[in-house]
Structure formats: structure tokens, C-alpha cells
């Protein structure tokens, strides 16, 4: 059982490049997030999907797009970086099914630098 | 939107002491209040968390209250100890997945 699992560990970026990053859960959970987290802000919600298919904003959507591809899978995609989005990103899952919250369990993040 | 305070940014407290991080919400739609602890370069997990129809819950070392009222919940740390140290997360949000917000964190330090 490998929680939630992101793709890459690390990656440097130009201005104006794109990239993906991909985010996999393996315990059933219905809804996915995406966060960053930058230093003496805590934790960000850029978007969150509640179930397959759907997807909503979070506090700081600007920039970022997100697909659901499936249950498992939850992808972050910035069309074009910008150095202002130099942070750590966290994907999350949590089973909200019953429609009450439960522990969100986290990735191990991905460090973004975007020069 | 929600907003969610927490203080004291940065607290140091001798092993064996308690520590009390406080946090402040604004919508009172919220109805669960989890804490995160994130140690150095790893990711955040859950240590204890609350719902609105609860006042405290404990788990050994640690407890949460909840004032609904005054909108404020609260971690307390007992005996303290060198592996408690770490960034500490409050967070608040209403079901269903909508307005998810964690406060700014809190670093402790406990000093041996």
C-alpha cells in the first residue's frame, strides 16, 4: 500500500515552460487536492476534486489546471511557469464518501524551482 | 471565505513543559478542525482532529478544544518532548470538500 504517491521528486524549470505533475492514490479515496506550500504560508489549496470527473477551485487557481483523470489519478499542470510559482506541492486524498471529512493523507510533495 | 489565524508563529518551550498553539476561524460553517504536524523536508500528517459537535478530544500527549462560540480552537502539548518538534498546522473546513483552509503553522522548538 503506497498511500499517495507524486511524480517528480524535483524539477527546475525555465519562465514560460510547461509541465506536469502527477499525483496517484491507491486507498479508493473519492476526493483528490492540490496544494503548495511556500515559507510563512502554510498550506494553499489550489484545486480540489470531490469525485471523478469534477473538478473546483481552491484558494489560488491562477496559473494551474487540473484534470481527474480516474479515481486514482489527480494531475497539476502548469502551462506556463512562472517564477512567482516556485514552491513545494503537495497532493492530498481523503475519503469523503460518508459527506463528513476525514484525514487527508499527503504525497511526499514535489520541489518546484522555476527561474 | 474562510480564514483561519494561528498563533504564536515560532514558540520554544524546555522538554517536559506544555506548549498551546491557538488557531481563530472565520466562517462558521466550518465544522472540522484537524492539526498537521510537518517535520523538516517531509510531508504533513494529521496527529488530531475535532468536529463541531465535540468541545475536546485527547489522544495521550495530546489534546484539542473547540470554542464554537468564539470561533477559536486550540492544541495542547503535555510533557513536551525533543521529537515534538516540528512545524504544526491548524486547519478548518465544512463538509463536502469546500473551503479547506490551514492556517499559516506554528514551529516549535523543544529545548533539551
Known amino acids: 500500500n503506497a498511500g499517495v504517491t507524486q511524480t517528480p521528486k524535483f524539477q527546475v524549470l525555465k519562465t514560460g515552460q510547461s509541465m506536469t505533475l502527477q499525483c496517484a492514490q491507491d486507498m479508493n479515496h473519492n476526493s483528490m487536492y492540490w496544494y503548495r506550500q511556500d515559507p510563512g504560508m502554510g498550506l494553499r489549496l489550489i484545486y480540489y476534486s470531490a469525485s471523478e470527473g469534477t473538478t473546483d477551485k481552491g484558494e489560488v487557481p491562477n496559473g494551474y489546471n487540473v484534470s481527474r483523470l480516474n479515481k486514482r489519478e489527480f494531475s497539476l499542470r502548469l502551462e506556463s511557469a512562472a517564477p512567482s510559482q516556485t514552491s513545494v506541492y503537495f497532493c492530498a486524498s481523503s475519503d469523503t464518501s460518508g459527506h463528513l471529512y476525514n484525514e487527508q493523507f499527503f504525497g511526499p510533495g514535489t520541489r518546484l524551482t522555476v527561474l | 471565505g474562510e480564514n483561519v489565524e494561528q498563533h504564536p508563529s515560532t514558540l520554544s518551550v524546555q522538554e517536559g513543559d506544555s506548549a498551546v498553539i491557538k488557531c481563530t476561524y472565520s466562517d462558521s460553517a466550518s465544522n472540522y478542525f484537524p492539526w498537521y504536524k510537518q517535520e523538516l523536508g517531509k510531508r504533513p500528517q494529521l496527529i488530531i482532529d475535532?468536529?463541531?459537535?465535540?468541545g475536546e478530544k485527547k489522544d495521550q500527549r495530546i489534546a484539542v478544544t473547540l470554542n464554537k462560540t468564539a470561533k477559536h480552537f486550540s492544541l495542547h502539548i503535555t510533557e513536551t518532548q525533543p521529537e515534538d518538534s516540528a512545524v504544526y498546522f491548524c486547519?478548518?473546513?465544512?463538509?463536502?470538500?469546500?473551503?479547506?483552509?490551514f492556517g499559516p503553522g506554528t514551529r516549535l522548538s523543544v529545548l533539551p
Open positions: 486547519a478548518a473546513s465544512n463538509n463536502y470538500g469546500q473551503n479547506f483552509v
Open positions: 475535532i468536529r463541531s459537535n465535540v
